[in-house]
């Protein structure tokens, strides 16, 4: 990129040299608002810098406090916003010295705050400055090495530049002068001039002292970068300054400029921001490119993904710029791998880039772009005017003036955004800084980005594994689940969902959620699932599920803790028994369209008290009625409690049709918040069309045990219109089993008797978790072991689960009546 310098400097080519000219044009307006940030910039441009900020003497003298920073956010590095000045920190230390302090990633490491700094390895430089209020200038740099001579020798000339700015006027006792503001940060509530008031339209009698009502006022697109400044969590200790525009009753919106400084609390004393509101549509009509890069960074330090990065770079740079096209892309390995053009239609691009036009966005090899890729190599911004002599995948996307620019992070280049024009277009020296600026935050916002795309990927494959891949079809109902991870972090969350499918009929639905969001919540939540599975194919009711899970989680000695909500469902009689720990009842929607928020008993989430009562709550479900089961993700919201969004969820689900259960289930995800993961599990009972015919036999140890059971297995079977040569099947089939069951166990042997479908099963439940065994082979001296294949020559299928306390035996034998 070719810079602006004088002669001399051109001659000698160093960075010092042009660092000293450029901050000779910022100090050429000596008044100027942004004269500090705009020093800060410089940092970033000549040192390598990734971070630049000034400290400086707060309202207590003992404190330094942030006053301005440049470049991506200070939280990165595990930086406060203010330091005790005779505290052990790089910048008061510098203070004391009065000499420069050059700090490592091993002295970093030794240092106070190495818990707060991250796992990569950065270099920290802290230089007093020269305009004699006592400030420091810090830097923090992530390329390896850290800062070289020229870094060092740039800094040096950054902080003679330095020059603090006054604080925002306040008129006596601290209220705020006509045209200030002061807001608390902690509750919101702000103190105005009457100047201000009259910018937004308002009157003294009108303003109720919130935040929210300014804020209401202004354009909404406006609205993140304010946000930016008002919030705690975004707002870093220093002056900022921003235009926004606040909406007239009639006519355009107006512009106004906002100065402001946050002010540490101490003391029960809240942080404040404080500062000034004037009218700028009478100064400029645009926003200035300090404010550009301002609003830059603000969009690119809440960017997540890539994709977002992305956007927010196009955003800031293809308009101000008045570029025809922008497009930003990753490298990896040899390829740019596209991650977003403007305009986005194929048509609009080289033919190379059509070519390779493989998915949503084209990748091209760099090595058929070579000035493209000596421009990485060197890994400055280029800017090549209208008629250079370009390679056509390069030269077709700004006919009129190309700028490439490499996007450097942590000592390699992330990627690269190329700016083109059709028409011929100058490059000003205010373009060449906002190019520059923004590619250095545009870079390391891309490397994280990837890191988090990389990791989300990973996040969901491993919550996808946990949880079901598909549910089990159901006589009588059907099911559906839904499951959507949350927005606001990376880490897995702890929600699950699962439907088991029980003997007799019965079905369990089970809904849950882990404490936090982590891999620990995630790995118990998979150990919780697999438990309430396990325990409720013995064949346990459902309190002594829930119980069995409770005392496993307590013995696991973790410090997390699990809600869960268990529903064991008759599907033949329409009955279901609910047990809560600690969990969200189940909302039904009856066949009439009218809903149920059920008032199920519940006992403490699991993992709390070893001791603790789960009590069983009766559900009555008619056909065509739907049960919903649901995580706080979906009705808790920050604005409203927990009850309204139950009330709610209650509503949408009586408007919606449960002949299309899954339309139900996406409609009552529409607008979720994503602050939290969501789990929900619907099922819609209807009935069975043929309900199972059943009997039972408690078989009694007495000689004539397998007598007595035969008797009844016939004249069950004659009730029931079953006639030979199957009668005879069965009886074989029964006098096998129980005798097995006499002969191997002790304790009680019941026989179960269902018949649906044409199809008899035969069932012998024992007191022994011992599955019978069936020989490889008999000799014909042998005087056992051939019952169980008797059994399976007799049967179509058979097999043992396991109930609580032992095992049942099944069989079952189709019918030709």
Same mark, same amino acid.
């Given at each position: ?126 230089? /007093? ?98 946000? *930016? ?50 009218? #700028? ?153 906002? +190019? ?21 990927? +990973?996040?969901?494959? +491993? ?111 329409? #009955? ?8 969200? /009842? ?7 369209? *009218? ?53 709610? +969820? ?45 009997? *039972? ?37 029964? *006098? ?82």
């Amino acid at each position: 990129m070719a810079d602006v310098v004088g002669e001399g400097a051109a001659e000698r080519g160093t960075r010092p040299l042009r660092a000293e000219v450029a901050l000779k044009t910022v100090a050429a307006d000596p008044d100027s608002p942004q004269r500090l940030r705009r020093v800060l910039e410089q940092a970033l441009v000549f040192s390598a810098a990734t971070l630049a900020a000034v400290y400086a003497p707060g309202e207590d003298e003992d404190l330094l406090c942030l006053v301005e920073s440049a470049g991506v956010p200070r939280t990165l590095y595990g930086l406060r916003d203010s330091y005790p000045r005779s505290g052990r920190s790089a910048t008061a230390d510098a203070l004391r010295t009065g000499h420069p302090v050059w700090l490592g990633p091993a002295e970093l490491a030794a240092g106070a705050e190495s818990r707060r700094a991250p796992a990569r390895d950065f270099f920290v430089a802290a230089l /007093p400055t020269h305009d004699g209020d006592g400030g420091c200038l810090l830097a923090v740099s992530e390329r390896p090495g850290g800062f070289d001579a020229d870094d060092r020798a740039c800094l040096e000339l950054i902080a003679e530049a330095v020059a603090l700015p006054a604080r925002p006027a306040t008129v006596d006792g601290g209220e705020p002068a006509a045209n200030a503001f002061s807001l608390a940060m902690d509750s919101g509530r702000v103190e105005v001039g009457e100047d201000i008031l009259t910018l937004f339209g308002l009157g003294p009698d009108d303003f109720d002292g919130k935040v929210e009502t300014l804020l209401g006022l202004t354009v909404p697109e406006d609205l993140p970068s304010l946000m *930016s400044v008002v919030e705690a969590d975004h707002m870093s200790l220093g002056d900022r300054e921003l235009e926004f525009r606040v909406l007239q009753p009639a006519g355009p919106p107006k512009w106004l400029r906002l100065r402001g400084r946050l002010l540490p609390g101490g003391e029960g004393r809240p942080a404040r921001l404080v500062g000034t509101v004037a009218d #700028a549509s009478t100064l400029r009509a645009e926003i200035t490119d300090v404010a550009r890069v301002q609003r830059l960074a603000a969009a690119l330090a809440t960017a997540g993904t890539v994709r977002d990065v992305s956007h927010a770079v196009v955003t800031a740079l293809r308009g101000p710029l008045r570029a025809d096209r922008i497009a930003l892309a990753e490298l990896e390995n040899d390829r740019l791998v596209v991650t977003v053009l403007d305009p986005p239609e194929p048509e609009s691009w080289p033919e190379l880039w059509r070519l390779e036009w493989r998915t949503e966005w084209p990748d091209a090899p760099v090595r058929a772009m070579p000035t493209l890729g000596a421009a990485l190599r060197e890994g400055r911004a280029q800017i090549w005017p209208a008629g250079a002599p370009l390679e056509p995948a390069l030269a077709d996307v700004g006919p009129g003036g190309l700028a490439v620019l490499p996007l450097p992070a942590g000592g390699r280049m992330a990627g690269a955004c190329l700016i083109g024009w059709d028409t011929p277009h100058d490059f000003g020296a205010d373009e060449r800084a906002l +190019l520059t600026a923004s590619a250095g935050l545009a870079g390391q916002a891309l490397s994280r980005a990837h890191a988090f795309d990389a990791e989300h990927e +990973l996040v969901g494959m +491993l919550q996808r594994q946990l949880l079901p891949r598909r549910l089990p079809r159901l006589p009588g109902a059907e099911a559906v689940a839904r499951y959507l991870p949350t927005t606001a972090g990376l880490e897995v969350g702890g929600d699950w969902y699962d439907v088991i499918p029980l003997p007799d009929h019965h079905v369990a639905l089970v809904i849950g959620d882990v404490q936090g969001h982590s891999a620990a919540a995630a790995t118990l939540m998979g150990q919780m699932r697999t438990a309430l599975r396990a325990y409720a194919a013995e064949g346990h009711p459902p309190d002594v599920v829930v119980h069995h899970a409770n005392r496993l989680l307590m013995e696991m000695e973790t410090d997390l803790f699990a809600t869960c909500c268990y529903v064991d469902v008759d599907l033949e009689e329409g #009955a279901a028994w609910c047990v809560r720990a600690g969990h969200l /009842p189940p909302v039904l929607r009856h066949p009439d369209g *009218s809903t149920e928020i059920v008032e199920a008993e519940g006992g403490p989430p699991l993992g709390v008290l070893r001791q603790a009562d789960f009590p069983m709550s009766p559900l009555g479900l008619r056909p065509g009625t739907v049960l919903a089961l649901t995580t706080d993700g979906l009705v808790e919201a920050a604005d409203a409690d927990i009850d309204t969004g139950m009330d709610r +969820l209650a509503h949408d689900l009586a408007r919606s049709d449960p002949a299309h259960l899954g339309l139900v289930a996406d409609a009552l995800l529409v607008g979720a918040r994503r602050s939290d993961d969501i789990a929900l599990l619907l099922m819609r009972y209807d009935g069975m069309a043929v309900r199972p015919l059943r009997e *039972s036999w408690t078989v009694w140890r007495v000689p004539e045990a397998v007598g007595h059971a035969r008797r009844f297995t016939r004249r069950t079977l004659r009730t029931w219109g079953v006639t030979p040569p199957d009668t005879d099947a069965v009886l074989l089939v029964v *006098s096998e089993l129980v005798t097995n069951a006499l002969v191997h166990t002790d304790g009680r042997v019941r026989l179960d008797l269902t018949l649906v479908h044409h199809r008899l099963r035969v069932a012998v439940a024992d007191s022994s978790p011992r599955t019978p065994v069936k020989p490889a082979s008999i000799s014909w001296e042998a005087t056992g072991g051939r019952g169980i294949l008797l059994v399976e020559a007799m049967a179509a299928e058979w097999g043992t689960v396991p109930v609580s306390g032992g095992k049942q035996v099944w069989s079952e034998i189709p019918l030709s009546g």
